[in-house]
């Protein structure tokens, strides 16, 4: 299948490494003129690098914080210049800590928002007027398997992602006259360094190893398995391409079956 994507101009966040990496990588893949941003530069430089290897094609690179606004103003300019436009934009950031709701005073309420929620909105303004004045556009939001079922230990993620969410579906709506289509892609388990993280955290709390909380974990996916991040790369990819036509306002779950929710 032709994704409609060579020579399109697309904005990964927080793409040094993990699920915006893979997402990068897949849209290089179809030939897209891809920018990638993070705060690491040298880790930045390096996925460049990776995915110009792979597939050929030529990465821009600008580093960001997905919390000040002004360094997204850059990035998404960057992104412009460097593509003749924008076509889709990626909206990804790591997550807040893990947490219950008594570990959490307002300060880590107010964190979360601002690398969360906040920054995908300014990111998605930001980006409105290049993809208005191409005639339509693709954003893809990356959220997380809990804007359907909380995971436990997670709650500031879990508020403040079913809030991008929420977002995603409002601005369906409202961009569907511009020919701009909006989805959410949520990752259950993928194999990343943020999961081994939760893992190790998991393994440390509960005084079992790491490879008994991954095998617990792997037991609650219908798949077996953990997802790798190019399974999940493929999905943003295809709802961020404009081999996508007709699917906005939905959230795709890459999680191998793990949620049972309807």
Avoid: C
Avoid at 172 to 197: C, F, M, Y
Avoid at 206 to 227: C, F, H, N, T, W
Wanted: glycine share 12%.
């Amino acid at each position: 299948m032709d994704l409609g994507l060579k020579g399109k101009s697309v904005l990964v966040t927080a793409a040094s490494k993990g699920l915006g990496k893979a997402s990068a990588l897949e849209f290089a893949r179809e030939g897209a003129k891809v920018t990638i941003a993070s705060r690491n530069l040298e880790e930045l430089k390096r996925a460049a690098g990776e995915i110009e290897l792979a597939t050929g094609q030529k990465v821009t690179v600008v580093q960001m914080d997905v919390t000040r606004e002004e360094d997204i103003e850059r990035a998404v300019k960057t992104a412009a210049e460097a593509g003749n436009g924008l076509d889709v934009l990626v909206t990804n950031a790591g997550g807040p800590p893990g947490g219950t709701f008594d570990d959490f005073a307002d300060e880590a309420w107010m964190g979360a928002f601002e690398l969360n929620l906040l920054s995908a909105i300014r990111l998605i303004r930001t980006s409105l007027p290049y993809m208005r004045a191409k005639g339509g556009g693709r954003i893809v939001t990356i959220t997380s398997t809990s804007i359907k079922q909380p995971i436990q230990g997670l709650i500031l993620s879990n508020t403040i992602r079913a809030g991008v969410n929420a977002l995603t579906k409002s601005l369906s709506v409202e961009l569907a006259k511009d020919q701009i289509l909006v989805n959410t892609v949520a990752p259950g388990r993928i194999a990343t360094d943020r999961v081994a993280e939760l893992d190790q955290a998991k393994a440390e709390a509960s005084g079992k190893s790491v490879d008994e909380v991954k095998a617990e974990m792997s037991g609650q996916i219908p798949l077996g398995r953990y997802g790798l991040p190019e399974e999940f790369g493929r999905a943003v990819a295809f709802l961020g391409s404009f081999a996508n036509t007709y699917i906005t306002g939905q959230a795709l779950l890459v999680d191998g079956g793990m949620v049972k929710a309807l």
